[in-house]
């Protein structure tokens, strides 16, 4: 059983920077995973911030390029989401995400606030 443990939520101030990390447990299968962040806004749906393969190629959701970065340690199982420049909008629950040959996986979610 695949499980996703997040950490690095919080509340910070408009132009801060956050870190979150996922480290994933569990299965060798999560090492071909494609790993991503999720976040989730108040009655909003649920939307992809970022994507990073098992070889490194990235994809980012337009509103987080050149703000946020993605990144992952193969040999920890851990993927990583750098967020600079932090605007109110981003405010959310992020999700780490594995999808392991279309299986997806789920972590249980982290707040991000970004407030004054």
């Known amino acids: 059983q695949v499980q996703l443990v997040e950490l690095g939520g919080g509340l910070v101030q408009p132009g801060g920077s956050l870190r979150l990390s996922c480290a994933a447990s569990?299965?060798?299968?999560?090492?071909?995973?494609?790993m991503g962040w999720y976040r989730q806004a108040p009655g909003k749906q649920r939307e992809l911030v970022a994507s990073?393969?098992?070889?490194?190629?990235?994809n980012y959701q337009d509103s987080v390029k050149g703000r946020f970065s993605i990144s992952r340690d193969n040999a920890k199982n851990t993927v990583y989401l750098q967020m600079n420049s932090l605007k109110p909008e981003d405010t959310a629950v992020y999700y780490c995400?594995?999808?392991?040959?279309?299986?997806?996986?789920w972590g249980q979610g982290t707040q991000v606030t970004v407030s004054s």
């Open positions: 995400n594995a999808n392991a040959f279309a299986i997806h996986h």
């Open positions: 569990g299965s060798e299968l999560i090492r071909a995973a494609v």
């Open positions: 990073i393969t098992n070889a490194g190629k990235t």
